[in-house]
């Protein structure tokens, strides 16, 4: 069984930067960490979880949601099995608790319903 840890959160002022960090343990031959699309997604207090940010293992563009873009990096490192999330120009509404996530496959795709995997998350707190 894949297992996602996440690492990284915390509380910025706005206009701060924090960098979220995944790490997938329990791969085999059969689900290696390049066969995994990685992902984040995030929850706001009475809020639906919403699609972040995702990128595939065989090279494709990463995609990112639109309030994101230009501010928040993926990537991901197969040495290490980690992927990353850097956030920098934090806005108060990007206060939520951030998810990893992980799905077989190379399709990148926004719904959570399709990952496979996730994370136990990871609170980023940003104040005005």
């Known amino acids: 069984q894949v297992r996602l840890v996440e690492s990284g959160g915390g509380l910025v002022q706005a206009g701060g930067s924090l960098r979220l960090s995944c790490t997938a343990s329990?791969?085999?031959?059969?689900?290696?960490?390049?066969?995994?699309?990685m992902g984040w997604f995030r929850q706001a207090p009475g809020r639906e979880r919403e699609f972040v940010s995702a990128?595939?293992?065989?090279?494709?563009?990463?995609i990112h949601v639109d309030s994101v873009k230009g501010r928040f990096t993926i990537s991901r490192d197969s040495a290490t099995n980690a992927v990353h999330l850097q956030m920098n120009s934090l806005r108060p509404e990007d206060t939520a608790v951030y998810y990893c996530?992980?799905?077989?496959?190379?399709?990148?795709?926004?719904?959570?319903?399709?990952?496979?995997?996730w994370g136990q998350g990871s609170q980023v707190t940003v104040s005005p």
């Open positions: 990128m595939n293992g065989v090279g494709g563009s990463p």
């Open positions: 329990g791969l085999t031959e059969g689900v290696t960490f390049g066969s995994l699309v």
């Open positions: 996530a992980a799905r077989l496959g190379r399709s990148i795709l926004k719904a959570g319903t399709v990952y496979d995997f």
